[in-house]
Protein backbone atom coordinates (compact mmCIF):
# COMPACT_ATOMS: atom_id res chain seq x y z
CA UNK A 1 0.00 0.00 0.00
CA UNK A 2 1.14 3.60 -1.01
CA UNK A 3 1.41 5.88 1.98
CA UNK A 4 1.97 9.71 1.25
CA UNK A 5 3.37 11.94 3.76
CA UNK A 6 2.94 15.93 3.28
CA UNK A 7 5.18 18.29 4.47
CA UNK A 8 4.87 20.91 6.21
CA UNK A 9 1.74 19.78 8.55
CA UNK A 10 1.26 23.61 8.63
CA UNK A 11 2.83 26.67 6.35
CA UNK A 12 2.27 29.97 7.43
CA UNK A 13 3.12 32.59 4.98
CA UNK A 14 1.64 36.14 4.00
CA UNK A 15 -0.55 37.09 0.79
CA UNK A 16 2.03 37.68 -2.13
CA UNK A 17 4.83 35.02 -1.08
CA UNK A 18 5.20 31.64 -2.84
CA UNK A 19 3.96 28.04 -1.20
CA UNK A 20 5.97 25.12 -1.73
CA UNK A 21 3.82 21.93 -0.61
CA UNK A 22 5.49 18.58 -0.72
CA UNK A 23 3.81 15.20 -1.13
CA UNK A 24 6.30 12.02 -0.64
CA UNK A 25 5.48 8.42 -1.56
CA UNK A 26 6.44 5.88 0.08
CA UNK A 27 6.83 3.65 -2.64
CA UNK A 28 7.12 5.02 -7.04
CA UNK A 29 3.93 5.39 -8.64
CA UNK A 30 3.12 6.83 -12.42
CA UNK A 31 2.93 10.65 -11.45
CA UNK A 32 -0.71 11.06 -13.71
CA UNK A 33 -1.65 8.92 -10.67
CA UNK A 34 -1.63 12.26 -8.54
CA UNK A 35 -3.93 14.62 -8.26
CA UNK A 36 -3.80 17.78 -5.56
CA UNK A 37 -6.85 19.28 -3.82
CA UNK A 38 -8.04 22.71 -1.96
CA UNK A 39 -10.22 21.84 1.29
CA UNK A 40 -11.58 25.43 3.28
CA UNK A 41 -13.86 24.84 6.58
CA UNK A 42 -17.35 23.28 6.10
CA UNK A 43 -16.16 22.39 2.29
CA UNK A 44 -15.81 19.60 -0.08
CA UNK A 45 -12.53 19.12 -1.21
CA UNK A 46 -12.05 21.21 -4.71
CA UNK A 47 -9.86 19.61 -7.31
CA UNK A 48 -6.97 22.10 -8.31
CA UNK A 49 -4.31 19.55 -9.98
CA UNK A 50 -5.17 16.45 -11.76
CA UNK A 51 -2.92 14.09 -13.67
CA UNK A 52 0.19 15.62 -11.71
CA UNK A 53 0.12 18.50 -13.74
CA UNK A 54 -2.65 19.67 -15.06
CA UNK A 55 -4.67 21.88 -13.69
CA UNK A 56 -8.71 21.65 -13.42
CA UNK A 57 -11.08 23.69 -15.37
CA UNK A 58 -11.29 27.38 -13.41
CA UNK A 59 -7.92 27.18 -11.58
CA UNK A 60 -6.19 29.80 -11.38
CA UNK A 61 -2.39 29.67 -13.35
CA UNK A 62 -0.82 30.45 -10.26
CA UNK A 63 -1.15 26.74 -8.86
CA UNK A 64 0.68 24.43 -10.30
CA UNK A 65 2.19 20.65 -9.66
CA UNK A 66 5.22 18.78 -10.55
CA UNK A 67 7.14 15.38 -9.33
CA UNK A 68 8.03 11.88 -10.94
CA UNK A 69 8.24 8.73 -8.96
CA UNK A 70 8.36 9.31 -5.07
CA UNK A 71 8.46 13.25 -4.79
CA UNK A 72 5.63 16.23 -5.94
CA UNK A 73 4.63 19.59 -5.04
CA UNK A 74 2.25 21.59 -5.31
CA UNK A 75 3.17 25.41 -5.98
CA UNK A 76 1.12 28.86 -5.83
CA UNK A 77 3.28 31.48 -7.04
CA UNK A 78 1.86 34.28 -5.55
CA UNK A 79 -0.64 33.67 -2.70
CA UNK A 80 -3.88 35.29 -2.27
CA UNK A 81 -5.73 35.97 0.13
CA UNK A 82 -8.41 33.04 -0.63
CA UNK A 83 -5.76 29.90 -0.88
CA UNK A 84 -5.54 29.73 2.92
CA UNK A 85 -6.90 26.28 3.55
CA UNK A 86 -5.55 22.74 3.78
CA UNK A 87 -4.48 20.69 0.82
CA UNK A 88 -4.56 17.01 0.36
CA UNK A 89 -2.45 15.08 -2.45
CA UNK A 90 -4.10 11.80 -3.51
CA UNK A 91 -2.91 8.83 -5.54
CA UNK A 92 -4.71 5.96 -7.42
CA UNK A 93 -2.20 2.65 -6.56
CA UNK A 94 -3.10 -0.84 -8.59
CA UNK A 95 -2.40 -3.75 -6.25
CA UNK A 96 -4.24 -6.81 -5.66
CA UNK A 97 -7.28 -4.27 -7.09
CA UNK A 98 -7.30 -0.32 -7.65
CA UNK A 99 -7.17 1.74 -4.21
CA UNK A 100 -6.52 5.49 -3.76
CA UNK A 101 -4.96 7.07 -1.16
CA UNK A 102 -4.92 10.44 0.55
CA UNK A 103 -2.17 12.54 1.91
CA UNK A 104 -2.58 13.60 5.86
CA UNK A 105 -2.87 17.06 4.79
CA UNK A 106 -0.92 20.77 4.69
CA UNK A 107 -2.52 23.56 6.19
CA UNK A 108 -1.65 26.71 4.71
CA UNK A 109 -2.00 29.57 7.33
CA UNK A 110 -1.73 33.44 7.50
CA UNK B 1 -23.04 21.88 -14.49
CA UNK B 2 -22.48 18.68 -12.96
CA UNK B 3 -23.90 18.51 -9.60
CA UNK B 4 -24.02 15.79 -6.77
CA UNK B 5 -25.68 15.76 -3.85
CA UNK B 6 -25.70 12.80 -0.90
CA UNK B 7 -29.16 12.27 0.93
CA UNK B 8 -29.53 9.55 3.83
CA UNK B 9 -30.05 9.15 7.65
CA UNK B 10 -27.83 11.69 9.59
CA UNK B 11 -27.90 9.60 12.49
CA UNK B 12 -27.01 5.84 12.60
CA UNK B 13 -27.00 3.17 15.69
CA UNK B 14 -23.71 1.37 16.59
CA UNK B 15 -24.26 -2.06 14.80
CA UNK B 16 -26.73 -1.08 12.21
CA UNK B 17 -26.35 -0.21 8.35
CA UNK B 18 -25.70 3.63 7.15
CA UNK B 19 -27.02 3.51 3.62
CA UNK B 20 -26.57 7.00 1.06
CA UNK B 21 -27.63 7.88 -1.95
CA UNK B 22 -25.95 9.96 -4.35
CA UNK B 23 -28.16 11.82 -6.98
CA UNK B 24 -26.20 12.87 -9.88
CA UNK B 25 -27.23 15.37 -12.83
CA UNK B 26 -25.49 17.43 -15.53
CA UNK B 27 -24.32 14.18 -15.99
CA UNK B 28 -24.88 10.79 -16.49
CA UNK B 29 -23.68 8.03 -14.24
CA UNK B 30 -23.64 5.62 -17.28
CA UNK B 31 -20.37 7.92 -18.61
CA UNK B 32 -17.55 6.53 -18.85
CA UNK B 33 -16.39 8.13 -15.56
CA UNK B 34 -16.11 6.22 -12.12
CA UNK B 35 -17.86 7.19 -9.34
CA UNK B 36 -16.63 7.16 -5.77
CA UNK B 37 -17.46 7.26 -2.30
CA UNK B 38 -14.70 9.56 0.43
CA UNK B 39 -15.42 9.95 4.17
CA UNK B 40 -13.70 12.71 6.74
CA UNK B 41 -13.86 11.65 10.43
CA UNK B 42 -14.50 15.25 12.10
CA UNK B 43 -11.08 17.47 12.25
CA UNK B 44 -9.21 14.26 10.32
CA UNK B 45 -8.17 14.14 7.05
CA UNK B 46 -9.85 12.56 3.51
CA UNK B 47 -10.38 8.27 3.45
CA UNK B 48 -11.56 6.64 0.10
CA UNK B 49 -14.19 3.96 0.71
CA UNK B 50 -14.42 2.64 -2.62
CA UNK B 51 -15.89 3.43 -6.69
CA UNK B 52 -17.97 1.80 -9.37
CA UNK B 53 -18.46 1.86 -12.86
CA UNK B 54 -21.85 1.47 -14.82
CA UNK B 55 -20.15 -1.47 -16.26
CA UNK B 56 -20.62 -2.98 -12.72
CA UNK B 57 -17.29 -3.42 -11.18
CA UNK B 58 -16.51 -2.10 -7.98
CA UNK B 59 -13.38 -1.50 -5.75
CA UNK B 60 -13.18 -1.25 -2.25
CA UNK B 61 -10.55 0.52 0.28
CA UNK B 62 -8.81 -3.36 1.68
CA UNK B 63 -9.80 -2.01 5.23
CA UNK B 64 -13.59 -1.67 4.49
CA UNK B 65 -14.63 -4.49 1.80
CA UNK B 66 -15.90 -6.68 3.99
CA UNK B 67 -18.45 -4.04 5.13
CA UNK B 68 -19.32 -2.07 2.17
CA UNK B 69 -21.28 -2.16 -1.34
CA UNK B 70 -21.49 0.15 -3.71
CA UNK B 71 -24.29 -0.21 -5.99
CA UNK B 72 -25.39 1.84 -9.06
CA UNK B 73 -29.32 3.17 -10.14
CA UNK B 74 -29.04 4.12 -13.87
CA UNK B 75 -32.72 4.82 -14.16
CA UNK B 76 -32.27 6.45 -11.25
CA UNK B 77 -29.38 8.73 -12.26
CA UNK B 78 -27.55 8.37 -8.94
CA UNK B 79 -25.21 5.71 -6.70
CA UNK B 80 -25.24 4.06 -3.54
CA UNK B 81 -23.05 3.17 -0.26
CA UNK B 82 -24.05 0.76 2.29
CA UNK B 83 -21.89 -0.05 5.21
CA UNK B 84 -22.83 -2.71 7.79
CA UNK B 85 -22.07 -2.70 11.23
CA UNK B 86 -21.06 0.68 11.67
CA UNK B 87 -19.48 2.08 15.70
CA UNK B 88 -18.52 5.70 16.49
CA UNK B 89 -15.55 5.25 14.27
CA UNK B 90 -17.36 4.95 10.96
CA UNK B 91 -18.79 9.01 12.36
CA UNK B 92 -17.51 11.39 9.41
CA UNK B 93 -18.62 13.54 6.48
CA UNK B 94 -19.47 11.32 3.48
CA UNK B 95 -19.02 12.68 0.25
CA UNK B 96 -20.22 11.52 -3.36
CA UNK B 97 -17.59 12.39 -5.95
CA UNK B 98 -16.70 11.87 -10.00
CA UNK B 99 -13.57 10.63 -11.45
CA UNK B 100 -11.94 12.86 -13.97
CA UNK B 101 -12.27 11.13 -17.46
CA UNK B 102 -9.17 12.03 -18.85
CA UNK B 103 -7.59 9.01 -19.70
CA UNK B 104 -4.30 8.16 -18.37
CA UNK B 105 -5.05 10.57 -15.18
CA UNK B 106 -6.39 10.64 -11.98
CA UNK B 107 -8.51 12.89 -10.07
CA UNK B 108 -11.94 13.55 -8.53
CA UNK B 109 -13.27 16.80 -10.55
CA UNK B 110 -17.12 17.07 -9.03
CA UNK B 111 -17.94 16.21 -5.08
CA UNK B 112 -20.79 16.63 -3.32
CA UNK B 113 -21.21 18.93 -0.49
CA UNK B 114 -21.03 16.12 2.01
CA UNK B 115 -23.22 14.67 4.69
CA UNK B 116 -22.60 14.34 8.26
CA UNK B 117 -23.32 10.63 9.11
CA UNK B 118 -23.01 10.64 13.11
CA UNK B 119 -22.90 6.69 14.78
CA UNK B 120 -24.25 6.73 17.75
CA UNK B 121 -27.41 5.31 20.47
Known amino acids: EVVLTQSPGT ?14 ASQSFKSTYLAWYQQKPGQAPRLLIYGGSSRATGIPDRFSGSGSGTDFTLTISRLEPEDFAVYYCHCQQYGVSPQYTFGQGTKLEI | QVQLQEAGPGLVKPSETL ?26 GLEWIGEMHHGGTANYDPSLRSRVTISMDISKNQFSLKMTSVTAADTAVYYCARHVSVPGTRGFDYWGPGTLVTASS
Do not use: H, M, Y
Not at chain 2, 36 to 41: A, E, G, H, I, T
Open chain 1, 11 to 24: LSLFPGERATLSCR
Open chain 2, 19 to 44: SLTCAVSGASVSDINWWSWVRQPPGK
